[in-house]
């Protein structure tokens, strides 16, 4: 099973733009940490970044037939972008959404995720944690996937 990981525009600024916001820690040490989990599961982890949107909507199409999960912090653009909820939707693919501040106790204009809903879920507002949350919550998904596949060859075979 297969992860991939991608992070959004300004997040490779992580541990150095508004550290009193999204703390010290940086993208490089979140991504060590998500590599650790991935080993102790026996999952491959691919992790992307980009500060632009149609290369996140490309990094999401090629995720097709390539991934089984994919956790997705598409950080401002979560606010605006159509195009990369559409990307989601259209790749059926189970998806995690993850912030590292709490966007509901910020700016208005943070409240509303547009790629929230087509997510599986969303975790905002447990810093750089929320990443290991996020993969726990990609493991519980894979588990139920899996268990569902075994119920429905057993009523084949009855
Ligand atoms: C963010 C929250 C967004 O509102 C903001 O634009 C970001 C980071 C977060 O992880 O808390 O860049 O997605």
Redesign the pocket.
Do not use: C, D, M, Q
């Given at each position: 099973m297969k992860i991939v990981v991608i992070h959004?525009?300004?997040?490779n600024m992580l541990g150095i733009r508004e550290q009193n916001?999204?703390g010290p820690m940086k993208l490089e040490e979140i991504n060590a940490q998500m590599k650790a989990v991935a080993e102790q599961n026996k999952l491959d982890i691919e992790f992307f970044q980009s500060n632009l949107e149609g290369e996140i909507v490309d990094k999401i199409q090629e995720c097709l037939g390539d991934a089984d999960g994919i956790i997705i912090?598409?950080?401002?653009y979560?606010?605006t972008s159509i195009a990369i909820r559409d990307a989601i939707a259209a790749v059926q693919i189970p998806t995690i959404e993850?912030?590292?501040?709490n966007?509901y106790r910020?700016e208005e204009f943070?409240h509303k995720s547009v790629t929230a809903p087509v997510c599986n879920g969303q975790i905002?507002g447990f810093g750089p944690f929320g990443y290991h949350l996020a993969m726990i919550g990609m493991l519980q998904i894979f588990n139920e996937i899996q268990a569902l596949k075994e119920q429905q060859k057993q009523a084949q075979q009855n």
């Open positions: 959004g525009p300004n997040l916001i999204y912090n598409p950080a401002a979560s606010h993850v912030h590292v501040s966007i910020r943070r905002s």
